[in-house]
């Protein structure tokens, strides 16, 4: 499966965004998705995941009640609603794919990441 992540910008602190995934190339409804980021200087660290239905979540605590994820199977895309942005969530944001019916698994696809920057 080939990822494609898009909809990262710059905003201000207490702002909202975006991001969306495309897949191609498999069926996406047999893959759990999740969203992880890299900061300058640190190591990439997981954000959220779905599982192949949506009906199951999980979320890092830095962004439980602020971000949302979601997906449509019909448009092959997983969704990052991110809202109340803070400067501290300045990162790439990369998605993955994996091939488990658990909800988090080690992810052996990944997209291209898609930069956010939040200003204070």
């Known amino acids: 499966v080939q990822l494609q992540a898009s909809g990262g910008g710059l905003v201000q602190a207490g702002g909202s965004l975006r991001l969306s995934c495309v897949a191609s190339g498999s069926t996406f409804s047999t893959y759990g998705m999740g969203w992880f980021r890299q900061a300058p200087g640190k190591e990439r660290e997981f954000v959220v995941a779905?599982?192949?239905?949506?009906?199951?979540?999980y979320y890092a605590d830095s962004v439980k009640g602020r971000f949302t994820i979601s997906r449509d199977n019909a448009k092959n895309t997983v969704y990052l609603q991110m809202n109340s942005l803070k400067p501290e969530d300045t990162a790439v944001y990369y998605c993955a794919a994996h091939r488990s019916e658990a909800v988090v698994a080690f992810y052996d696809y990944w997209g291209q990441g898609t930069q956010v920057t939040v200003s204070s």
């Open positions: 779905i599982s192949r239905s949506g009906g199951g979540t």
